[in-house]
């Protein structure tokens, strides 16, 4: 796709809050998502500055005539999803002119503050897989774990590797996520497992995208093709029980220690919205095998990638009981992922597995390299050894209760607007009582 008059820097929107250089949402960026007015029910929206443009009530109206304005009158974006990228372009366009300065204000477009509005889970989630390819997160989790000669495993350099998370934990941003309790082992200082609240609660700052067009059972996407099925992107939170996860990973991997949730931010930025972002695929390790044919596609070694710098904060109870606001924890960068999103795509659907529309696939944590763009407590605290120190002197191994992580995404880029991802965040809630198992 190329890039068009709705990604020109100099446009302005009638909704003066787009137009400020510092919103995540200026007329450029459009994100979809799901979400309740005051008094109303779910419905499809845009995000406008500070405002969300009514879908469904611009349909009802007549405003919107491309393809795409059958799909949104209903509680999901499933079904636009499933139209794919041309469609959701026309949408684009539609909404673009709706909300163009030059063509002046309207009367006839709904919007609702954004401060008065729930917001929902953006698509159905019927599939939630996450995947490992931020490489300097595997590299370093498998020194802290095994020393520091470890090696990358066999099977990193030659594919992306991921296991099937539990779509039916997926929540919105915003959702509280209670303390798992389960069967327990902090690795070395645990010589016995034990039953109770996860003691090294973490989060893992992670990017998901959402599939679009689906493949049938028994069809693969070749690379050349996976782009088309990658509709839209987001901000996602695995929370991990790490002493859950240590205990029960081996031989068969992750399952209840990734179980108790896993937040996304509410807007799906478009692959649209997207494309002044691209970046080539990140550059291959020393001593790492040529790619796989099947994942090898020239366009998406060229552009595969895209340029979103990260930022996490953590609130925790004392600083809100000073009437203090959150605090920096971490920053970091979308390039440190080893495998691009095409090839991610490709690589679930190789045997046949079919992906659905709306479906929900994360990178794996984006650690960088160096020790200020550690994207888990798990790293960042050497697990749980080298405190991290607060701005407000207090100090953290892994999450307590009443913490709150909030991660943000932001695409800056000369001659292009700004955009942002809007906010991802989640607060842990203490466990349930003991005597309740
Ligand atoms: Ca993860």
């Known amino acids: ?82 139209l794919g990228r041309t469609a959701m ?32 889970l ?14 300097h997160h595997a590299i370093r989790c498998g020194q ?28 919105v941003s915003g959702t509280d996520i209670r303390r798992p309790v389960g069967l327990r082992k902090r690795l070395s200082q645990d010589a016995l497992p034990s039953f109770g609240p996860c003691q090294w609660m973490d989060f893992e700052l992670e990017m998901g995208f959402f599939v679009g067009p689906e493949n049938a059972m028994g069809e693969p996407v070749p690379i050349a093709e996976a782009g088309d099925h990658i509709v839209g992107f987001c901000l996602l939170n695995d929370w991990s029980a790490r002493d859950i996860q ?12 990734k179980s108790s949730g896993t937040s996304i931010s509410a807007w799906v930025i478009t692959a649209d919205a997207m494309e002044p972002f691209r970046l080539p695929s990140m550059d291959r390790l020393p001593g790492s095998p040529e790619i796989p044919r099947y994942l090898l596609d020239a366009a998406d070694q060229a552009a595969g990638g895209i340029d979103v710098a990260l930022t996490a904060t953590i609130s925790t109870q004392k600083m809100r009981s000073a009437g203090e606001g959150p605090v920096p924890l971490l920053r970091t960068h979308s390039r440190y992922c080893y ?15 079919s992906l659905l529309a709306g479906d929900l696939v994360g990178t794996g944590t984006i650690s960088g390299p160096t020790r200020e763009d550690l994207a888990s407590f798990f790293e960042l605290s050497f697990i749980g050894k080298e405190l991290v120190e607060l701005s407000n002197g207090e100090e953290r191994g892994f999450i307590e209760d009443g913490d709150e992580i909030a991660f943000q995404g932001r695409c800056e880029r000369e001659g292009f607007a700004s955009i942002g ?17």
């Open 1 to 82: 796709m190329a890039i068009d008059h709705t990604h020109d820097a100099s446009k302005r929107s009638w909704v003066t809050s787009a137009n400020d250089g510092l919103t995540d949402f200026p007329i450029q960026n459009l994100p979809l998502g799901v979400f309740s007015p005051k008094g109303g029910d779910p419905r499809c929206g845009v995000a406008i500055g500070d405002q969300i443009l009514d879908l469904r009530e611009a349909v009802h109206s007549g405003l919107l005539s491309s393809p795409a304005a059958e799909t949104l009158v209903g509680d999901t974006l499933d079904k636009l999803f499933a």
């Open 89 to 120: 372009r026309s949408l684009r366009h539609e909404v673009f002119a709706l909300l163009d300065a030059e063509r002046g204000k309207r009367d006839d477009v709904v919007l609702h503050p954004m401060t008065a509005c729930a917001m929902h």
């Open 122 to 135: 953006p698509t159905s989630v019927k599939n939630y897989t996450d995947f490992f390819v931020g490489v």
């Open 144 to 171: 802290i774990i095994n020393g520091d000669d470890y090696e990358l495993s066999q099977n990193y350099g030659y594919m992306p590797i991921a296991y099937n998370g539990r779509p039916s934990t997926v929540c």
């Open 246 to 257: 240590m205990f029960e990973m081996t031989p068969l991997g992750a399952f209840n220690g």
């Open 339 to 353: 495998w691009t999103f095409a090839q991610m795509l490709t690589q679930h659907t190789i045997t046949g597995c």
């Open 421 to 437: 991802f809007g906010t991802c965040s989640g607060r842990v809630t203490p466990a349930l009582p003991l005597e309740q198992f």
